[in-house]
C-alpha cells in the first residue's frame, strides 16, 4: 500500500497574527508547515486602499461575507480569505508534487 498524504488547514489567534496553518501530512505524521498569516492591523494604507478601490456592489458583497458592514470586518475577511486561498494553494501544490 502506498504512502498516505494529506493537508490540514487550521485557523490560527488574532495574538499571533491570525490566518491560517498549514500541515503538511504523510502517513500521519506532520513532514512540514506553514503560516498564512492575516493580521487586519498590519497595514492601515492597504486597508484603506482596498476599502477605496472597492465599488458599491463590492463594499456590498464583502458586508454580507464579513457579516458587518464596519470596514475593519470586511478588511480582516477579505485578508483571512486571501490567506486561506494561499495556504490551500500551496498545500495543493505540494499534494501534486507526491
Not at 493537508?7 to 489567534?13: A, K, L, T
Not at 503538511?24 to 506532520?30: A, K, N, Q, S, T
Not at 484603506?48 to 472597492?54: Q, R
Request: without cysteine; negative net charge; charged residues 30%.
Amino acid at each position: 500500500m502506498g504512502k498516505r498524504y494529506q493537508i490540514e488547514i487550521i485557523m490560527r489567534h488574532a495574538q499571533v497574527g491570525g490566518g491560517w496553518r498549514l500541515s503538511l501530512i504523510e502517513d500521519g505524521v506532520e513532514v512540514g508547515a506553514g503560516r498564512f498569516p492575516a493580521d487586519p492591523d498590519a497595514d492601515p494604507e492597504a486597508k484603506a486602499a482596498w476599502l477605496t478601490a472597492l465599488d458599491d456592489d463590492e463594499r456590498a458583497d464583502w458586508a454580507l461575507r464579513a457579516g458587518s458592514y464596519e470596514p475593519g470586518q470586511m478588511w480582516a475577511k477579505f485578508l483571512s480569505d486571501q490567506a486561506y486561498a494561499a495556504a490551500e494553494a500551496e498545500g495543493r501544490a505540494w499534494l501534486g508534487s507526491r
